[in-house]
């Protein structure tokens, strides 16, 4: 997975489920990580979904625009809008 591959899909949904509920986290901001010593680049994505369900950190299968990809995300931060999730790509 690279950078580019989640650049497009800012503000989309990506979609996983949790037991028979399905679950969708809106993909918010792609950033750089510019000190990263990943082949091809460092990356952060950042997801934000209504206050309603509390994700924990985890790995969740998330099905976007270009498939479906298994991502460790952390929550982040949570505000009147919804809580963030982070996922780190480095």
């Not at 949790?18 to 990943?38: K, Y």
Request: glycine share 10%; hydrophobic share 45%.
């Amino acid at each position: 997975m690279t950078k580019s591959d989640f650049e497009q899909a800012v503000g989309t949904a990506f979609t996983t489920t949790i037991g028979e509920r399905s679950i969708a986290l809106e993909l918010t901001d792609v950033r750089a990580i510019p000190a990263s010593p990943r082949p091809g680049g460092g990356f952060s994505l950042l997801f934000r979904r209504p206050r309603d369900v509390a994700l924990p950190q985890a790995t969740y299968s998330l099905a976007g625009k270009g498939g479906a990809h298994d991502i460790f995300i952390v929550p982040v931060a949570a505000d009147a809008a919804g809580r963030l999730y982070e996922a780190v790509f480095n």
